[in-house]
C-alpha cells in the first residue's frame, strides 16, 4: 500500500511485503545526507525537547496505538492473564538455576532468596497493575516510562525491555536442552557443540535451543488466543508436575539435610536473590496483554497479582523439596530435580520431572515471545525503532515482523551463551526497568504538568533524590564492603524513611487512580526502589560492565538514529498540535 501524499503520516501506513528504505527510516531528517547532516547539527536541542517531553494516556491509548493499522483483537480473560502469568514465570529459574545458587551461593537458605525476590517482584507487580489498567496498551513500561519520566528515560528502558526478553528467551533455550538431554539419559554436553577455540563461556553450541525458539515463533505469530489457549493447557499439566515434585520431594524428605541451613551466611542468601529475580521475570510480558484483554480494569488486577502470589508459593515449596531431598553440596546445578530424585532411589520420576520442566520452559518461552513482539512493536509505533515492526497482521492480529525480529535474536544468543552469564545480566535489565516503574508510579501520583505547583514539584523532585541516593548508597555499600559493619545502614535507612515520610507528608497527591490503585502509595512503590536497586548491589561487577556495553550501544543508536526519528515523528505527526498533547493540553481529534 503506498502513501497518501505528504500528509504526515509517512512510515505508519503498511506496505505489504515491501522492504525499502522508508520502511525503516521513513523520517525527514533521513531524506538525503543534507538533512541528516543537518539534524546531527541540531542534536543537543532534539535531546534537550525529548528529554522533557511527556506523552498523555490518551496519546498512548489512541494515536500512537493507531499507527499499527490494525487493531489487536481483545480475546483475553484474567483466566488467561492468571495462566499467561503462570506459564510466564515458572521455567528455567526454578529448574535450573534452584540447583546452581542452592549449591554454590546460598545452601538451603534459598527458600529465603526466594521470598526475597518474591517481595520485590510482587510489589513490582503492584505498581504494574495501576499503570496497565489505566494505559492498556501494548507497550507495558515503555508506555508508562513515556507518559511519566519522558521519552529519553522510556527509550533507555525500552533497551534494556529488549535485552531482557532476549537473554530471558535465551537461558530458557538452553535450559530447555538441559532436561531434554535428561529425558534422554543423556548429559547436556551431549547434545551442544563444544569449540575449543572459543572462550568457555561462549563455546558451548546449542543448535536444539535454535529449533526450540523457531516452533515457539510459529506459534507465537499465528494467534494470541490460541497462544493462551495451547498455555493454559501446557500450564495445567505443568501444575499437576509441579505438585507431583513437591509431594513425592517431601515423602522422602531427610532433615538432616537442613542442618547446615545458611552455610554461606546472608550475604549469600541476597546474592542468590539477585540472581533468583531471574524467575520471577516473566510477570511484566503479562502487562503487554493489556491491550488484548477485555476488561483491563478487573483481569489485569487479578491476573498479574494472582499468577504472582501461586508462583511465589511453588517457587518456595519447591526449594524447600530440593534441598530436603539432597544435601545442598550434591544438587545438580543442570537439572537439579531429575538428579536428585535419581539419588532418593525414585529413578523413574526423573523423567516425569523432565517432561514437566520441558512443559514450563516451553510455556515460558511462547508467553515472552509474546511479550516481546508487542514491547517492541509500540516502540516503533514511537519511531524510536523502525515503523516496519510496528505493522501487525490484519489476518492474524499479531505483530509477525517484531515477533521474528525478536525471536531470531533469541536464538543466536541461545546458540552461543551460557546460562550464569545470562541470568546475571538478566536480573540487572530487570531490576532496573522495575526500578524506573516504580519511580514514575511516584510522579504519577504527585505530579500533573500544569497544576503541581513550582514548589511541590521541587519538593517532589527533593524526595525522590534522596530516596535514590539512599537506597544507591546501601546497596553500594552491601555491594563494595568484604565484612559485615552496619554503621553506614545506620545513616541510609533512615534517609530512606525520612524521605518517604516527608514525601507522604508534605507533597499534595496531584493525581488519584480512576480504576484501581496501588495501596499504600508512596510506601509500597518507595519500597520497591530500595529494595530493587538493593538486590543490584549483589551481582557481580562482570555483569555490570556487560550492561554498560549495552548501555552504550543503546546511547549511539539513539543519539544517531532514533532521536531524530521520533523528533521527527513527534513534530511532523500533528504540527503544533502534538506539542499540545504532550503537555497534556487535549488537541481536536481532526489532528489525528
Known amino acids: 500500500m503506498g502513501l497518501d501524499g505528504p500528509t504526515g503520516n509517512e512510515g505508519v501506513r503498511r506496505r505489504g511485503c515491501s522492504c525499502t528504505k522508508d520502511d525503516f527510516l521513513p523520517e ?24 522533557f517531553t511527556r506523552s498523555l494516556d490518551s496519546t498512548e491509548l489512541h494515536e500512537i496505538k493507531a499507527r499499527s493499522q490494525h487493531e489487536m483483537k481483545k480475546t483475553l480473560s484474567w483466566w488467561d492473564l492468571i495462566w499467561f502469568g503462570i506459564g510466564a514465570v515458572i521455567g528455567a529459574g526454578i529448574f535450573v538455576l534452584t540447583g546452581l545458587q542452592a549449591r554454590e551461593v546460598s545452601g538451603p537458605a534459598v527458600v529465603i532468596s526466594y521470598v526475597v525476590s518474591g517481595i520485590s517482584a510482587m510489589l513490582s507487580v503492584f505498581c504494574y497493575t495501576e499503570f496497565a489498567v489505566e494505559i492498556p496498551v501494548a507497550g507495558g513500561s515503555f508506555a508508562y516510562l513515556r507518559v511519566e519520566l519522558g521519552d529519553f528515560m522510556a527509550f533507555i528502558a525500552a533497551g534494556n525491555i529488549l535485552l531482557e526478553y532476549v537473554i530471558s528467551g535465551a537461558a530458557v533455550a538452553r ?6 538431554a535428561t529425558l534422554c539419559n543423556h548429559k547436556p554436553e551431549d547434545f551442544r557443540i563444544i569449540v575449543h577455540s572459543m572462550s568457555e563461556d561462549y563455546g558451548h553450541l546449542d543448535p536444539i535451543a535454535v529449533v526450540v525458539v523457531c516452533v515457539i515463533c510459529v506459534l507465537a505469530v499465528l494467534s494470541t488466543k490460541g497462544s493462551s489457549r495451547f498455555n493454559y493447557i501446557a500450564s495445567i499439566i505443568h501444575v499437576i508436575v509441579i505438585l507431583f515434585i513437591i509431594i513425592a520431594g517431601f515423602s522422602k524428605a531427610d532433615a538432616k539435610n ?26 511484566d510480558a503479562v502487562s503487554t496483554m493489556a491491550e488484548e484483554t477485555m476488561n483491563p480494569a478487573r483481569d489485569i488486577p487479578i491476573g498479574l497479582v494472582g499468577s504472582m502470589v501461586i508462583t511465589t508459593a511453588a517457587y518456595c515449596l519447591l526449594a524447600v523439596a530440593l534441598c530436603l531431598m539432597q544435601p545442598f553440596r550434591e544438587i545438580d546445578v543442570d537439572a537439579p530435580f531429575s538428579v536428585a530424585f535419581e539419588a532418593v532411589g525414585m529413578s523413574w520420576a526423573k523423567y516425569i520431572v523432565a517432561a514437566g520442566a520441558l512443559k514450563g520452559m516451553t510455556t515460558v518461552l511462547l508467553v515472552s515471545a509474546v511479550g516481546q513482539a508487542r514491547y517492541l512493536t509500540h516502540i516503533a509505533r514511537t519511531h524510536m525503532m523502525p515503523p516496519w515492526l510496528a505493522q501487525v497482521n490484519p489476518k492474524t492480529g499479531t505483530p509477525i515482523n517484531a515477533t521474528i ?93 525520612l524521605a518517604t515520610l516527608a514525601l507522604h507528608v508534605a507533597v499534595p497527591r496531584a493525581r488519584n487512580p480512576k480504576l484501581w490503585g496501588v495501596p499504600l502509595v508512596p510506601w509500597l512503590p518507595s519500597a520497591s526502589i530500595a529494595i530493587n536497586i538493593f538486590l543490584l548491589g549483589s551481582i557481580d561487577g562482570a555483569s555490570f560492565a556487560r550492561f554498560g556495553i549495552w548501555t552504550v550501544v543503546l546511547l549511539l543508536y539513539y543519539f544517531f538514529f532514533g532521536l531524530h526519528a521520533s523528533y ?25
Open 258 to 283: 537442613y542442618s547446615d541451613f545458611m552455610p554461606f551466611g546472608i550475604r549469600g542468601v541476597f546474592k542468590s536473590s539477585a540472581v533468583l529475580f531471574f524467575a520471577y521475570v516473566g510477570f
Open 568 to 592: 521527527d515523528t513527534a513534530k511532523n505527526k500533528m504540527g503544533d498540535g502534538l506539542k499540545k498533547v504532550e503537555e497534556g493540553v487535549k488537541v481536536s481529534s481532526e489532528a489525528q
Open 405 to 497: 525480529v525478536m525471536l531470531s535474536a533469541t536464538a543466536i544468543i541461545a546458540f552461543f551463551t551460557e546460562l550464569d552469564i545470562l541470568a546475571n545480566l538478566l536480573s540487572i535489565s530487570t531490576l532496573f526497568i522495575f526500578m524506573l516503574v516504580a519511580l514514575a508510579l511516584l510522579v504519577r501520583r504527585y505530579y500533573v504538568s500544569g497544576e503541581t505547583t513550582t514548589a511541590n514539584r521541587n519538593k517532589l523532585v527533593a524526595c525522590i533524590v534522596l530516596i535514590l541516593a539512599s537506597s544507591i548508597a546501601t546497596a553500594a555499600y552491601w555491594g563494595l564492603s568484604d565484612n559485615d559493619d552496619w554503621i553506614a545502614y545506620v545513616i541510609t535507612v533512615p534517609t530512606w524513611f
Open 175 to 180: 535450559s530447555w536442552t538441559s532436561y531434554f
Open 28 to 51: 525527514e531528517s533521513f531524506k538525503s545526507w543534507g538533512n541528516y547532516v543537518q539534524a546531527l547539527q541540531q542534536t543537543p536541542e532534539r535531546f534537550m525537547d525529548r528529554v
